[in-house]
């Protein structure tokens, strides 16, 4: 890491939680992601002076004092809000599960169900870290995460090079749904990190002291 601390307040832009993508008014293709990670960042980024604005997607995470939070659904929803609120942010930080697939054609009325199979069409969602690396200005930060279960450190390191991050965090799905984690984290000009096993709180500390070292 550069050596240089950021002075000051930095306002954050953090996403969490799993998108819900509807298949009708009453059902949805969603992920296990509890929001922790996301909620503990931002809880960590208040904690260190900084401003915050969180942009949810469903949790039973109780919102942190103190963050502007902007409730949403699905992943255009929360594309939408990312790019209403990304020129005013100084750090982007993308933890939140975003659905890669959502569906084609959603049913305006509740499904009736039939004795036959159903097949669901899924379209793929817009790439919302791709889109901010595209926006940014040079003094703005985007951090990525990766979940891999295999070849983590290659595979991180590709996301962080095809999405032009700032930073990436690597974990495994063992993370997901805990309260503890281990992640690798790498930026451009720096070697991987690894973390050691602790409280998503800790986690997150060290990565937002990290970031203000950018
Ligand atoms: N992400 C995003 N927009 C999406 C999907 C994911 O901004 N439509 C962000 C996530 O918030 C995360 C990062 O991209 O910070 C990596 O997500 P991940 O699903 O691991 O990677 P993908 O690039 O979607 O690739 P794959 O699922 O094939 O590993």
């Known amino acids: 890491m550069h050596s240089k601390k950021r002075p000051g307040s930095l306002r954050f832009l953090i996403t969490a939680g799993g998108t819900r993508e509807y298949i009708d008014p009453v059902r949805f293709i969603s992920n296990a992601s509890s929001g922790r990670t996301g909620f503990a960042l931002a809880r960590a980024a208040l904690k260190a002076g900084h401003k915050v604005t969180l942009v949810t997607a469903p949790t039973a995470q109780r919102p942190p004092n103190g963050a502007r939070i902007v409730k949403v659904k699905t992943a255009a929803e929360m594309f939408e809000a990312v790019k209403a609120h990304f020129n005013k942010c100084d750090c982007l930080i993308m933890a939140a599960a975003v659905a890669d697939y959502t569906v084609a054609k959603p049913s305006r009325t509740k499904f009736k169900k039939t004795n036959k199979s159903l097949t669901i ?94």
């Not at 962080?160 to 990436?168: H, S, T």
């Open 121 to 214: 069409e899924l379209k793929p969602t817009s790439d919302i870290l791709k889109w901010a690396s595209r926006h940014k200005t040079r003094s703005q930060v985007v951090v990525g995460f990766a979940l891999e279960d295999q070849a983590i450190r290659e595979r991180a390191e590709k996301k962080l090079k095809d999405k032009n991050l700032d930073m990436i965090i690597a974990n495994s799905p063992a993370a997901i749904g805990s309260d503890k984690s281990t992640v690798q984290i790498k930026t451009p000009h720096t070697k991987w990190l690894k973390l050691p096993l602790a409280s998503k709180t800790i986690i997150a500390r060290q990565i937002i002291s990290l970031i203000e070292s950018i």
